[in-house]
């Protein structure tokens, strides 16, 4: 047995895992999460159990077999009214809400040592941005989870329910079996939970990282800001973009050094290349002041204006205005932490994408197929239409928009969450050399560009099975693709309506000229027989 994620003294891990024991406690309860629901009851801990797999399998095979009886149940003798190819479609969408339901579970158990593991990488991330004093707010997961937990019984409530109430007329016991149907559909939302809460945790801490950056440099822009009134003009300070104000930063700064102490003649000509060297822990900075007005009058402590600026910048600042901000040491260790940071939260979504890639590529092919048949039987049936008896719900346009916009959301959500999570990690290079831009020192400039190479080869993203990516490239295509059946299939039904009125009428026809001819042959026969009487 592994011992699993232990909470520690309020740990990252620890308040993460408290933020998430609802969502536990039910996917423990109804066989979604295979782990020990005791010992993370008594002690916090998520741990390897046997029962939690035999209770999961358990739970499948009654799921599925009281499913079974319901779905019979509900279709009752209907099963031979309709054609073969349409009760063949019903039974594939139908069933594959089960089918599902057994994929999400068996995906748990083979991926329970993952999810542990995706835990105490989490702990272990979240303990280095704590001890660098970036934030966590692990109580947004839970506002999360709880909202949609919420929409998902709201919208199984009201799916449910307002086909009970609309299609069974008497209220047994037999009938009553109907319910059954929700907990398959229901546990694959909460499957679907358990991948966006941990998509959208490993992008909330890209954010926390890319928001400390941002306010580091906020609040160093804003104390050189400030110290505009009581700084000399510096010759080299010229509007210049960012690569503009890098090389020549770098330039300058090696001028002044090369003024101070010589280069011996024979390495003249390596002053003129600017290098861009691999960070070396051990090089020491130097800070010295900047030159100021002595005309000026300064304060003896931190001016006012620097009580607005966050705390993430106030350990760069110094008390006298005249001095430059103490960057040193520290920052080198911050940035080279962020950006290992940022590696591991990369291989976290990783361990992420395979443990949920097959249930995403289900649960798209699902969407698709169901939300394009759904919209195509609601147009039959506002068309007056015969509506086969498994698309019954399609009569009804309130319940069909809602089980339409309640697949649609189990598809777009976890998309969305996956695309943004990729946009932020991105970010973070962005964020990092705004900061260099604002410290603007060719050392920083150099640790920046050195990271930099390691953060583009950080690439993070989300696929199903590598069919096609998580993103909303894919949402546009998959509304797309709806889009374009349902136009086909309605193209399909015209053409059968019309073949349809055709015959009627070329029937109809034939029906009129065999009556007039027959009427035409009677008066020819009449007007013989009786000229002949008269001749």
């Keep these: 047995m592994s011992n699993g994620v232990s909470t520690g003294g309020g740990g990252g891990g620890?308040?993460?895992?408290?933020?998430?024991?609802?969502?536990?406690y039910v996917s423990a309860i109804f066989g979604v999460i295979p782990l020990s629901l005791r010992t993370f009851f008594k002690r916090r801990v998520l741990q390897l159990s046997i029962s939690g797999n035999v209770w999961i399998v358990c739970n499948m095979v009654v799921y599925t077999a009281l499913y079974h009886v319901a779905t019979t149940n509900y279709i009752k003798d209907d099963w031979g009214s309709q054609k073969t190819l349409t009760n063949a479609i019903g039974?594939?969408?139908?069933?594959?809400e089960p089918l599902m339901m057994g994929i999400d579970m068996v995906s748990c158990m083979i991926n329970q040592r993952r999810l542990i593991e995706c835990f105490e990488r989490l702990h272990r991330v979240d303990t280095k941005l704590t001890g660098e004093?970036?934030?966590?707010?692990?109580?947004?997961?839970?506002?999360?989870t709880m909202v949609l937990g919420f929409l998902v019984v709201l919208f199984e409530v009201v799916i449910t329910g307002y086909s009970f109430v609309e299609f069974e007329q008497d209220f047994t016991f037999a009938s009553s079996i109907w319910f059954i149907t929700t907990i398959p559909t229901a546990l694959n939302s909460v499957c679907r939970i358990w991948f966006i809460i941990l998509v959208h945790a490993i992008r909330q801490r890209f954010n926390a990282m890319n928001e400390h950056m941002n306010e580091i440099a906020q609040g160093l822009q804003q104390f050189k800001d400030q110290q505009q009134g009581h700084q000399e003009t510096d010759p080299y300070d010229v509007?210049?973009?960012y690569l503009e104000r890098e090389i020549f930063t770098v330039y300058t700064q090696r001028k002044a050094q090369f003024a101070v102490t010589p280069p011996k003649k024979q390495k003249q000509s390596s002053a003129k290349i600017i290098q861009v060297k691999p960070y070396e822990a051990g090089t020491k900075l130097s800070a010295t002041p900047l030159r100021a007005n002595s005309n000026a009058i300064y304060p003896t402590g931190k001016p006012d204006g620097l009580a607005v600026v966050g705390a993430a910048a106030q350990q760069f600042l110094p008390t006298d205005i005249r001095q430059r901000p103490k960057i040193d040491q520290r920052m080198d260790s911050k940035l080279i932490l962020i950006c290992r940071t940022h590696d591991e939260l990369c291989e976290i979504g990783k361990i992420v994408n395979r443990m949920y890639s097959v249930q995403m590529l289900v649960a798209m092919a699902h969407g698709f197929v169901a939300i394009t048949a759904q919209l195509y039987f609601l147009y039959c049936g506002l068309t007056g239409q015969e509506v086969p008896i498994l698309f019954r719900s399609a009569q009804v346009l309130l319940l069909s928009l809602t089980y339409v916009c309640y697949t649609a959301l189990k598809c777009v959500v976890p998309i969305f969450v996956c695309w943004k999570t990729k946009t932020d990690s991105r970010r973070t290079g962005i964020e990092m050399h705004y900061l260099a831009n604002v410290i603007d020192e060719s050392h920083y400039y150099e640790v920046v560009n050195h990271l930099?190479?390691?953060?583009?080869?950080?690439?993070l993203n989300f696929s199903a099975c590598g069919f096609f990516d998580l993103d909303m490239t894919t949402l546009?295509?998959?509304?797309?693709?709806?889009t374009s059946y349902l136009i086909i299939l309605i193209q399909f039904n015209l053409a059968a309506i019309q073949k349809t009125t055709g015959n009627a009428t070329l029937t109809t026809n034939a029906s009129s000229t065999t009556t007039a001819l027959a009427l035409i042959d009677g008066v020819s026969t009449a007007l013989t027989t009786y000229s002949s009487r008269n001749l």
């Excluded at 004093?133 to 999360?144: A, D």
């Excluded at 546009?476 to 709806?482: C, K, N, Q, R």
């Design 14 to 24: 620890g308040a993460m895992l408290e933020a998430l024991r609802d969502l536990f």
């Design 239 to 241: 509007p210049l973009d």
């Design 476 to 482: 546009y295509a998959i509304t797309g693709a709806v």
């Design 133 to 144: 004093g970036i934030p966590l707010n692990n109580q947004q997961l839970r506002r999360i």
């Design 91 to 96: 039974i594939f969408i139908i069933y594959m």
């Design 452 to 459: 930099s190479l390691k953060l583009l080869n950080h690439h």
